[in-house]
């Protein structure tokens, strides 16, 4: 079956540390997205990846690191200047820019220890 | 930038009654507007969507209706069931097409 799976389902980091988030996709999709989930809220765009070697920030990238050097990843990296990033953290693809819909995987809930 | 507004934030009916979820949008060039469901530990799920070239668009139990001139637009579920007890959360797609931007969602409550 085609889809995005997300990995870990649950991360734990020290204060200080860097983690990374898992993004693959096998929809043969071109953008990739991370978004923020906190309790009770909406989602709130960090980056976005239209195509392989290129992405932007989105509303609240600040802390937060992506690459994509393949198409059908998109890592996230939550580093240790993020101050609050404990979170439900949700990828999304779809087939190109302005295409829609957006696809989301099942998240990663990072908790700090 | 982009500002959508949900409402309510919880609502509780009764199986087999009907449920409304409003949403507000600021920018007017908007053009895509989807409905996500979001079941508890799960990624949001799309469930209908609409284009800014038409004004409602219905599939089986679900209805979404869409107001231009106001910037508003609903998600209608009719004959509601407990399975349908979830979050759900809109958004709209900015001009450019490379971002969504979400309300704040509904939890929606269906009583058996």
């Known amino acids: 079956d085609g889809g995005i799976t997300q990995s870990p389902k649950y991360l734990f980091r020290k204060e200080g540390q860097n983690v990374t988030l898992s993004c693959e996709q096998n929809?043969?999709?071109?953008?990739m997205y991370w978004y923020r989930q906190d309790p009770g809220q909406g989602l709130r765009l960090i980056y976005y990846?239209?195509?392989?070697?290129?992405?932007q920030k989105g509303d609240i990238a600040e802390g937060y690191s992506v690459s994509r050097e393949k198409k059908e990843s998109f890592p996230l990296t939550v580093t240790s200047a993020q101050k609050n990033p404990t979170a439900f953290y949700l990828c999304?693809?779809?087939?190109?820019?302005?295409?829609?819909?957006?696809?989301f995987g099942d998240g990663t809930r990072l908790s700090i220890l | 930038g982009e500002n959508v507004e949900q409402h309510p934030s919880t609502l509780s009916v009764q199986e087999g009654d009907s449920a409304v979820i409003k949403c507000t949008y600021s920018?007017?060039?908007?053009?895509?507007f989807p409905w996500y469901k979001q079941e508890l530990g799960k990624g949001p799920q799309l469930i209908i969507d609409?284009?800014?070239?038409?004004g409602e668009k219905k599939d089986q139990r679900i209805a979404v209706t869409l107001n231009k001139t106001a910037k508003h637009f609903s998600l209608h579920i009719t004959e509601t069931q407990p399975e349908d007890s979830a979050v759900y959360f809109c958004a709209a797609l900015n001009n450019a097409g490379n971002m969504l931007t979400f309300g704040g969602g509904t939890r929606l409550m269906v009583k058996p």
């Open positions: 999304a693809s779809s087939a190109s820019q302005g295409e829609q819909p957006q696809h």
């Open positions: 920018d007017s060039a908007s053009n895509y």
């Open positions: 990846s239209q195509i392989v070697n290129d992405f």
């Open positions: 609409i284009r800014s070239n038409v």
């Open positions: 929809l043969n999709h071109d953008a």
